[in-house]
């Protein structure tokens, strides 16, 4: 089984309709993150959290929410999804602090598409 | 804040050697990594440097510069196989969450082409 697990894979949904994007992880990092990434603009922040109890914006949180709802379970959620929130979505986690030399572990990727 | 600079598309051959650079600009550098994307596909881990220096790892070296800003993923012996988008990204303490964040911020990547 994958490290980092993101679900659905791939989803269309229409304008207006609300839609979750999960991410569950066995790595036991504290830390968890969700991106986009759309072509020639690389991987943007949406959300992090160092917790359960942490939740922190990144530089394109508008139109995004986030839940934390265990150490291994971060979901990313479209309240009202519009046609420029069409990307590929990429859930991250890594260790606290400088321990880790390997950075972040990604899940899989969720490709959205909104019509 | 930070910048990170890489060239967009690259194009080599097969066989041959390809050096990507990488230069950036942050307050609270701790560590540099290179990642491997295909298309569609997650970003995999490839390389981390921290002290100045050539980090050799089979076909593929990373270099780093701290007082240059700058860094380079270096891939020999250029295979088919790594035709892929490379990643620079860059760890440094956050702003907004105080001492000991550490989160990493990624350039756009590098678009390598190999070609027969």
């Known amino acids: ?56 914006k990144g530089e394109i949180s508008d139109g995004y929410s986030v839940s934390r709802q265990a150490q291994a379970k971060f979901s990313l959620s479209l309240e009202s999804a519009i046609p420029n929130q069409t990307a590929l979505y990429f859930c991250a986690t890594s260790d606290a602090g400088t321990a880790s030399n390997y950075g972040y572990t990604f899940g899989s990727g969720t490709r959205l598409t909104v019509v | 804040g930070q910048n990170i600079d890489q060239p967009t598309e690259m194009t080599a051959t097969e066989g041959a050697i390809v050096q990507i650079n990488c230069t950036y600009q942050t307050s609270g550098f701790n560590g540099l990594f290179w990642y491997q994307q295909h298309a569609g596909e997650a970003p995999t881990f490839l390389s981390y440097n921290v002290l100045d220096g050539l980090e050799e790892k089979g076909r593929f070296s990373s270099f780093l510069s701290r007082s240059k800003g700058y860094s380079y993923l270096l891939l020999k012996e250029l295979q088919m196989k790594d035709s892929a988008s490379y990643l620079c990204a860059v760890r440094d303490l956050s702003r907004n969450s105080g001492a000991g964040s550490y989160q990493l911020t990624f350039g756009k990547g590098t678009k390598l082409s190999v070609i027969p």
Not at chain 1, 13 to 23: H, P, Q, S
Not at chain 1, 37 to 45: A, E, S, T
Request: proline fraction near 4%; include cysteine.
């Open chain 1, 1 to 56: 089984d994958a490290d980092v697990t993101q679900t659905p894979r791939n989803r269309i949904t229409k304008t207006g309709k609300r839609i979750m994007l999960e991410c569950s992880q066995t790595k036991g990092h504290d830390r968890m993150y969700w991106y986009r990434q759309d072509p020639g603009l690389g991987l943007r922040l949406i959300y992090y959290s160092f917790d359960v109890k942490d939740i922190n």
